[in-house]
């Protein structure tokens, strides 16, 4: 069964630095790009970027180019999202999903991670 | 960037009638080399992840109900519940993948009358 397994959610303050992590089980992790997926309280959905596992090349949207960082270990399976200096703006639902190509669709997705920031 | 505008924002359908929700994008989608559409439709009920429906703007993904049907092409895009159940209220989202950045449509918010 495929699955992506993401981290626990998190409560940081603004300034502090995070990564969030998912975890492909199920299927040949190298195989599959990795996207990474914002969702706001109450908003909908917004592509972030997608990371390539063979080669580690990223392709960012350009409104969260410079703001966060995709990376992976192909080693562990497993694909990250950080940010070395969060903000209030930064509150929300992140989600990884797999695609099945260079322009694919997200076939499969992660549970989500919630990350909450606040003074 | 292209821009995927949905309609309407959200509907109530009656248990067992048709729901039909639009999706427009800002250029093309159908790719001449293949002659596909690189559109998706998601379905995210409350508070799970979104779950691919419909590819290809109308190949339904397996197990989904054949009562999901998408249709199509071009710039102007449809998803159709033929019966509505309850087990169907939910956001549903489409999204291009024709090119980078990748965008949603708002989102359309489907709730029993």
């Known amino acids: 069964e495929v699955k992506l397994t993401q981290s626990g959610a998190e409560v940081k303050k603004p300034g502090e630095s995070l990564k969030i992590a998912c975890e492909g089980s199920?299927?040949?992790?190298?195989?599959?790009?990795i996207s990474w997926v914002r969702q706001m309280p109450g908003k909908g959905l917004e592509w972030m970027g997608r990371?390539?596992?063979?080669?580690?090349?990223?392709s960012y949207s350009p409104t969260f180019q410079g703001h966060v960082t995709i990376s992976v270990d192909k080693s562990i399976s497993t694909a990250f999202l950080q940010w070395s200096s969060l903000t209030a703006s930064d509150t929300a639902m992140y989600y990884c999903?797999?695609?099945?190509?260079?322009?694919?669709?997200?076939?499969?997705w992660g549970q989500g991670t919630l990350v909450s920031v606040s003074s | 960037d292209i821009v995927m505008t949905q309609s309407p924002d959200s509907l109530a359908v009656s248990l067992g009638e048709r729901a039909t929700i639009n999706c427009k994008s800002s250029?093309?989608?159908?790719?001449?080399?293949?002659?596909?559409?690189?559109l998706a439709w998601y379905q995210q009920r409350p508070g799970q992840p979104p779950k691919l429906l419909i590819h290809?703007?109308?190949t339904r993904e397996s197990g989904v109900p054949d009562r999901f049907s998408g249709s199509g092409s071009g710039t102007d895009f449809t998803l159709t519940i033929s019966s509505l159940q309850a087990e169907d209220v939910a956001v549903y989202f489409c999204?291009?993948?024709?090119?980078?950045?990748?965008?949603f449509g708002q989102g359309t918010k489907v709730e029993i009358k």
């Open positions: 990371i390539d596992p063979t080669d580690s090349e990223v």
């Open positions: 290809w703007a109308s």
């Open positions: 999903a797999r695609d099945l190509g260079l322009y694919s669709e997200h076939d499969h």
């Open positions: 999204q291009h993948y024709y090119t980078t950045p990748r965008t």
């Open positions: 250029q093309s989608l159908l790719h001449t080399s293949n002659n596909k559409n690189y």
């Open positions: 199920g299927y040949s992790f190298s195989n599959y790009y």
